[in-house]
């Protein structure tokens, strides 16, 4: 698959709060990752699904580390800001 026809891809699944924790649980150590992005696969809706984040170089005081980043959308459910 193409780095394009993956971003389209990509583009049509906006994850929910859990599908995004998921995501973000996989993800490697931005120190030791040798690529500048990582895609982790969730469950939706019986399929695996694409979450991308981009690893950008951020100041923390003196120095720059890396951190990783989701610029996507996120998908809000009444169930994700209410306890019942």
Do not use: C
Not at 5 to 24: C, D, H, S, W, Y
């Amino acid at each position: 698959m193409t780095d394009s026809n993956q971003r389209k891809q990509e583009g049509k699944f906006i994850p929910n709060m859990t599908q995004l924790k998921e995501a973000v649980d996989q993800l490697p150590d931005p120190e030791e990752w040798p690529e500048m992005s990582y895609i982790s696969a969730v469950s939706a809706t019986g399929r695996e699904a694409p979450v991308r984040f981009k690893k950008r170089a951020v100041s923390r005081g003196s120095k720059k580390t890396y951190r990783w980043i989701y610029e996507g959308k996120v998908l809000i459910r009444k169930r994700d800001t209410h306890e019942d």
